[in-house]
């Protein structure tokens, strides 16, 4: 399809680990991005990775890359209720120089 | 330098009023991005510049939305005869110019037209 896809919402536990996951649409999309936006804030960039690698791991954050299925998650160990935020997928698609693709977003809520 | 910046970070109009948004990228940053969002979806690119060249325009760029970045440095992103569809959240981004072109995105500037 035309559009990066996302879950809408996740609740988890606190201490648990949270992943969410996203569907892009661009097999030749170079780069992928994670960002973080809290209410009424900016985004804050998180994490990307290339899409020559399979996974990428930044303290507790592991992103995953399946090319093949076009899909990519965003796994946070040991979550948080800081880590309560809505949490976008964007892309970089091979023919458009740079502007952002994103979905929805996916509005996380951890629970003491 | 502590990142992009933009104001003012909130504004109310009446319909019919102009409105004019600021965005300070990063310094050294030679691309300078502006998305909109509105509540929620993600958010959706209108346009962007290399230097002081705006590069390319999204359909959703109206003949109501004009933005300039006359130096190269900071951009003004202009909304003539604003109308209540306008109101949304405008964000800034800008990214280094490199390869990798990875954007950093400002607090935005919350509009709500009346």
């Known amino acids: 399809g035309e559009d990066v896809e996302q879950s809408l919402f996740l609740s988890v536990r606190e201490g648990d680990s949270s992943v969410i996951n996203c569907t892009y649409t661009?097999?030749?999309?170079?780069?992928l991005y994670w960002y973080k936006q809290e209410p009424g804030a900016g985004l804050q960039l998180l994490t990307y990775i290339f899409s020559n690698m399979d996974m990428k791991q930044d303290q507790r954050l592991t992103v995953l890359l399946n090319k093949k299925d076009k899909h990519l998650s965003l796994r946070i160990a040991d979550t948080q209720t800081g880590d309560s935020a809505i949490y976008f997928c964007a892309e970089i698609r091979g023919s458009t120089l740079g502007r952002l693709y994103f979905g929805r977003g996916t509005q996380l809520t951890v629970w003491p | 330098d502590t990142g992009v910046s933009q104001n003012p970070r909130h504004k109310i109009t009446k319909r019919g009023q102009n409105v004019t948004f600021r965005c300070d990228p990063i310094?050294?940053?030679?691309?300078l991005y502006w998305y909109r969002q509105t509540l929620g979806q993600g958010p959706e690119f209108l346009t962007y510049f290399q230097n002081e060249a705006q590069l390319e325009k999204s359909r959703l760029l109206s003949d109501r939305f004009s933005a300039e970045r006359p130096k190269g440095s900071f951009s003004t992103l202009e909304i003539q005869r604003t109308e209540q569809g306008d109101s949304a959240m405008y964000l800034c981004a800008s990214s280094p110019g490199t390869t990798q072109e990875t954007q950093y995105f400002g607090p935005g500037t919350r509009l709500l037209v009346l």
């Open positions: 310094s050294e940053h030679n691309r």
């Open positions: 661009d097999s030749s999309s170079t780069y």
